[in-house]
């Protein structure tokens, strides 16, 4: 199940990444769709290697990978028959996607595909109430029914060809919206989601449909995600949206600063930030998807493999406090947060002591026991069942990632 997984890894790449300078740059220097075709012709990933990406997010905890399929840009990275602007086209002519799709399913990681709805070199896209890809040098009439036809054939390859797809991830409908955060942010264009949805049950039932859309889920999807944000969060200014109640969350957030590949990037998250992203998503019930942009040739950088290896390691020792947890019986806390499981709960403290008492409030349990994970040292609280709160004499030193107690519940 989805919400058992906690931890999938994101890919975005492309020809994009050619250009160092983050997937949205034929957008932001305004590249015609003439010139940036350019591109198929050296586009040639010889370093790409399906086996070591599938061994790389397993050795880092994740339990699946969310790969770019078609991004803004257009070009498909999987055999089509529905584009000239395809990989089969570069010199490398090979399906990345076949490669990887069969690597995921012989290691054992589940698959999810991103798609773009937004597109930025087709002319039947609704580019003119697009906020977006403007300045392509498209002039023709745009015909969404075309466009839409285009889509459907594309995710019938997708969910034909490739054996079991756990998911579909769109992105790009804010294109034809207002501003995240204006007061009415309808479409500019009727998307046709149900069509669109209806077709991807019917290929594969099971494929969970989420939607970037950055509003309140639409009927059909199966999962709600958060963009650069935990659930709850607005710092980003992408998620003006609550957080479902019903369906599983997801946060993306990227590794370093941006998606696609951007040369000048450094701004390297720290394993610790990540396992504290990861640990405050679980604790509000979301999985952490985290994205790294591999470099044009298709090789992944040394800093991505040596952060996502010590968050490995780390969930090797502290998986069972993440995985197959449920969040938000506690609501998240200044200090950190509490996930469950089974007769379990588990306190993260993320954040350094203000006091040497911790506070839970809605603790609503009988308790067993409460321990230290790692020491398996008894820990001394005070249970106050008639305002519902829990005290525990602890605190978290400076060093320490996360400092997590471990109730036994009865
Ligand atoms: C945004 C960006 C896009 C990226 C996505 C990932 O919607 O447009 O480039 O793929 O976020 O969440």
């Given amino acids: 199940m989805f919400e058992q997984m906690r931890f999938g890894m994101f890919v975005h790449w492309g020809p994009s990444s050619l250009l160092g300078s983050g997937e949205w740059v034929m957008n932001n220097r305004n590249i015609k769709v003439n010139d940036y075709r350019n591109l198929i012709h050296f586009f040639n990933p010889i370093a790409f290697d399906a086996k070591e990406y599938v061994a790389l997010a397993k050795n880092a905890g994740m339990k699946y990978i969310t790969f770019i399929t078609r991004h803004h ?23 990345v996607l076949k490669m990887l799709a069969d690597e995921c399913h012989k ?23 697009g906020r977006t890809g403007k300045k392509t040098g498209r002039t023709a009439k745009s015909d969404y029914n075309s466009y839409l036809q285009f889509m459907k054939s594309q995710l019938t390859e997708l969910l034909t060809n490739y054996g079991k797809i756990e998911g579909i991830w769109f992105d790009g409908h804010w294109d034809q919206t207002n501003k995240e955060g204006e007061a009415t942010t309808p479409s500019k264009i009727d998307w046709k989601y149900s069509e669109i949805y ?24 199966d999962f709600q995600m958060f963009e650069r944000d935990l659930p709850g969060e607005n710092k980003a200014g992408y998620s003006f949206h609550s957080a479902s109640t019903i369906l599983p969350l997801e ?5 370093n600063g941006s998606w696609g590949y951007d040369i000048t990037d450094n701004k390297y998250k720290s394993y610790s ?12 019930n979301a999985n ?24 490995g390691k780390w969930l090797a020792k502290y998986g069972e406090t993440v ?22 709960a588990y306190v993260h403290l993320l954040e350094s002591a203000k006091s040497d008492v911790v506070e839970l409030p809605g603790f609503n349990f009988k308790i067993k026991s409460v321990t230290g994970f790692d020491d398996n040292v008894k820990v001394k609280y005070t249970l106050d069942s008639k305002n519902s709160k829990l005290l525990l004499h602890t605190a978290k030193d400076k060093n320490q990632i996360d400092k997590i107690i471990k109730i036994q519940l009865k």
């Fill in 198 to 221: 209806g077709l991807i049950h019917q290929l594969q039932p099971w494929c969970l449909i989420g939607n970037n859309h950055h509003i309140n889920p639409i009927d059909g999807e």
């Fill in 273 to 284: 930030k990540i396992i504290k992203l990861l640990v405050g998503a679980s604790g509000r």
């Fill in 73 to 95: 840009d257009g070009f498909s990275l999987w055999d089509t028959k529905q584009s000239d602007f395809n990989i089969m086209n570069t010199p490398y002519k090979k399906d």
């Fill in 251 to 255: 946060t993306c957030q990227t590794i």
């Fill in 107 to 129: 290691q054992g990681i589940k698959l999810f595909l991103y798609y773009s709805l937004l597109d930025w070199t087709r002319d039947d896209y609704p580019y003119e109430t």
């Fill in 288 to 311: 952490l998807l985290l994205n790294i942009g591999p470099m044009p040739n298709g090789q992944i950088q040394k800093q991505f493999v040596d952060t996502l290896g010590a968050v």
């Fill in 323 to 344: 995985y197959s947890t449920q969040g938000n019986i506690i609501k998240p806390q200044d200090w950190g947060v509490v996930t469950f499981k089974d007769k379990v």
